[in-house]
């Protein structure tokens, strides 16, 4: 059971350039999530998406573009990256119905390096 | 905007003693849940427990315990026997009751060390 699957898992980029972060998740979740790690930020959220088909932004949503492909997959776009964008990036994912469907499942996380 | 508050930033403890963790948050809600997470240096993020707001009887997960006064907003976590594996980054999360919308908010979180 994969659960959620985020690559990659570290990347370096130069100023400027762009980038997609890939998520997937295998438990036929509706809702899905992206969030960013800083030191004594805690986990702020970038973007989400309820269901297949919606997305909204989050607490800190400049800079970055989402996709909601299909169930499964919910990617986030760096256009152009700036160095206020090294951080770590989970992907994460939950159902909205049944027992245990306020738990959030993590990916493994992304570390990106922005020089 | 619910806002969770974890004030301290560093806090240690001797290992098989008993340490706990504060967290407040503020929300206009009156059907929530509050979460504690662990991250160890693996950076995997571990639900260590959760807490629904309707019930007045604390979590408990093997050494792990919650104190949930919600007329205070307040949500600390105490951790029995402290073992050498207990050490990591702990957030504190809330999450307005499950909802199409409802996402979860995380507090800046506390660095626990365990001294053997």
């Known amino acids: 059971n994969a659960g959620v699957t985020q690559t990659p898992k570290f990347q370096v980029l130069k100023t400027g350039q762009s980038m997609t972060l890939q998520c997937a998740q295998d438990m036929n979740h509706n809702s899905m999530y992206w969030y960013r790690q800083d030191p004594g930020m805690g986990l702020r959220l970038i973007y989400y998406?309820?269901?297949?088909?919606?997305?909204d932004k989050g607490e800190v949503p400049n800079g970055y573009n989402v996709s909601r492909l299909n169930k499964r997959e919910f990617s986030l776009r760096l256009e152009s990256a700036a160095p206020s964008q090294t951080s770590v990036y989970f992907c994460a994912s939950r159902t909205l119905r049944g027992q245990g469907s306020e738990k959030l499942f993590f990916g493994s996380g992304t570390q990106l390096s922005v020089l | 905007a619910q806002t969770v508050t974890q004030s301290q930033p560093e806090m240690s403890v001797q290992e098989a003693e008993t340490v706990t963790l504060s967290c407040t948050y503020d929300?206009?809600?009156?059907?929530?849940?509050l979460f504690w997470y662990k991250q160890p240096p693996s950076r995997q993020m571990i639900l260590v427990i959760r807490q629904e707001a309707y019930k007045q009887q604390n979590a408990t997960e093997n050494r792990f315990s919650v104190n949930f006064q919600k007329a205070a907003k307040s949500f600390s976590l105490k951790i029995s026997d402290s073992q050498l594996g207990d050490a990591a980054m702990y957030f504190c999360a809330y999450s307005a009751y499950t909802g199409a919308n409802s996402k979860l908010t995380f507090g800046k979180g506390i660095t626990l060390s365990v001294r053997p």
């Open positions: 929300t206009s809600e009156s059907d929530y849940y």
């Open positions: 998406s309820a269901s297949e088909g919606t997305t």
